[in-house]
């Protein structure tokens, strides 16, 4: 199963490298001065959610385990502006920037966060059960061997 959480945490920054792909030429338009995105005070919400989304793919890349703070720290803006921007979408407020489509991309960014935090908690507790199983099962055996 060790395969399958290495698997998961590949899936996660993946997901993450592609959303970073897709907000780098609204980035790129903020910095040369187009208002591409909604303003939070006077910090663009693109360069938020981007280091948002950065912050969860280091998290997993070095350690799910440790770093699970990092990854709540980017995971709960990304999450709260998608919420706030969706919302705002839906009640006739035009706040996102939108697809080549049409589609606000604070839908895409909503579902995408809302999937990648039970993932992330998934593959880290998977994990911690592939590092402390095997050792709990020794320390069992051990203690059966010499009472």
């Not at 970073?20 to 591409?36: K, M």
């Not at 890349?61 to 709960?76: A, C, D, E, H, Q």
């Not at 998608?82 to 407020?93: D, F, R, W």
């Amino acid at each position: 199963m060790v395969w399958f959480g290495w698997a998961l945490r590949l899936g996660i920054v993946g997901v993450a490298s592609w959303i970073l792909a897709g907000l780098t030429p609204l980035i790129l338009d903020e910095l040369n001065g187009i208002d591409a995105c909604p303003m939070l005070g006077p910090i663009p919400a693109c360069y938020l959610v981007g280091i948002g989304y950065f912050a969860m793919a280091v998290a997993v890349i070095f350690s799910p385990r440790k770093l699970t703070v990092l990854f709540l720290l980017g995971w709960t803006p990304v999450f709260l502006l998608a919420l706030s921007g969706s919302t705002l979408e839906i009640l006739g407020y035009n706040t996102c920037p939108t697809s080549p489509a049409g589609t606000p991309l604070c839908y895409f960014s909503l579902f995408v966060a809302s999937l990648l935090l039970p993932v992330f908690l998934f593959s880290r507790n998977l994990q911690q059960t592939n590092i402390d199983g095997p050792r709990r099962a020794n320390e069992q055996t051990n203690e059966q061997r010499h009472p």
